[in-house]
């Protein structure tokens, strides 16, 4: 997909109307997690759908836009591009039709269709969604707010990805900085740090920041006070195939240890 970014097209007067029909996206979002906590990842992808076109089926606009929502970061799992980038379309699609795009709930799903259009290889498309959320986030949210650290990370991706390490850097930092000050952390902080590990590697294998930031990954992985659950699971097998690929075959087959135990008792 290729798409010319203009501002103006998603910044309209936001539609305050009610639907006059909508679905429960509280509980649809409590039995989501439900299904991720018990590793149950395929049948999450076809709940969100039959909700999604649940909403859609009512004229509920605002629910089909969470489920897409949802759906996109579920695309992303299972690494489905042609229904993600299909869900990125319709996504902005809704968002221009009603004008949420300087609206907080707006930009937040920009930026889930634009860490969607990375995760598939559209960065340069993704990086002016990326910076217009940014612009929405400053105008509206505490500057440590959690949702500054997803921004920052997704976009260092994207920045990554064109060869911007520099920039790349910056914002992987200033994700950590944020998510250092937040309850339970530690799980996205070693993502991002084993995404550092991976950047420094791509520019030199030899440069000692790779195992300073792959020893702090794992110092908050291995951190007691994290729960074992199903969310550690998840993250934990982000980090799993850095550390072996870097060389770190003990903490990866550690990891593996844990994360089998995790889906053994789910």
């Not at 250092?180 to 920041?209: H, W, Y």
């Not at 799993?240 to 008792?265: N, Q, T």
Request: proline share 4%; charged share 25%.
């Amino acid at each position: 997909m290729r798409c010319c970014f203009d501002a103006s097209e998603y910044t309209g007067v936001p539609d305050t109307e009610p639907c006059a029909r909508t679905i429960d996206v509280p509980a649809a979002i409590r039995a989501l997690d439900a299904l991720y906590a018990a590793s149950r990842e395929s049948e999450a992808q076809s709940f969100l759908e039959g909700k999604r076109a649940e909403a859609a089926g009512i004229g509920d606009w605002r629910g089909e836009l969470s489920m897409l929502s949802e759906l996109l970061g579920q695309y992303r799992r299972s690494m489905d591009a042609e229904k993600g980038l299909a869900a990125v379309s319709d996504a902005l699609a809704i968002i221009k039709a009603h004008g949420m795009g300087r609206t907080v709930s707006g930009a937040t799903v920009l930026l889930n269709a634009a860490t969607t259009m990375g995760c598939f290889g559209e960065d340069e498309d993704a990086l002016p969604f990326f910076r217009h959320v940014s612009r929405v986030y400053a105008d509206n949210l505490d500057p440590g707010d959690y949702r500054f650290a997803g921004l920052y990370n997704n976009m260092a991706q994207s920045l990554v990805a064109v060869g911007d390490l520099e920039g790349a850097e910056r914002m992987f930092r200033a994700a950590i900085a944020i998510m250092e000050k937040l309850p339970g952390g530690q799980n996205e902080i070693a993502v991002t740090l084993c995404s550092m590990a991976e950047m420094f590697d791509r520019a030199d294998p030899e440069d000692p920041r790779i195992a300073d930031c792959l020893e702090q990954a794992w110092a908050a992985l291995d951190d007691p006070a994290l729960p074992r659950d199903g969310y550690y699971a998840f993250m934990a097998s982000k980090c799993l195939p850095v550390f072996d690929r870097l060389g770190f075959f003990l903490y990866a087959a550690d990891l593996k240890e844990r994360i089998g135990e995790i889906h053994a008792r789910t």
